[in-house]
């Protein structure tokens, strides 16, 4: 997947679980699924500045 410009993908394709949610490759990129329209979900992605620590939220 390194390299590869992706756009207009839903997360749930690259999520091995399947999940609409936030998900993150293990390496350096995060995809938040933005089919709020669809899913009835509003992902949002969560950085804490005192742990340094990127957390996926899911609303809906």
């Known amino acids: 997947m390194r390299g ?10 690259l ?5 609409n949610g936030v ?3 293990g390496e350096s990129h995060y995809y938040i ?3 709020v329209e669809m899913t009835g979900q ?3 992605l969560r950085y804490d500045v005192a742990t340094r620590v990127h957390e ?3 609303v809906g």
């Open 15 to 19: 999520d091995p679980g399947g999940s």
């Open 33 to 35: 699924d933005g089919a």
């Open 4 to 13: 590869q410009q992706i756009s207009g993908v839903g997360a749930h394709l």
């Open 42 to 44: 509003l992902n949002v």
């Open 23 to 25: 998900f993150y490759d």
């Open 56 to 58: 996926g939220v899911t």
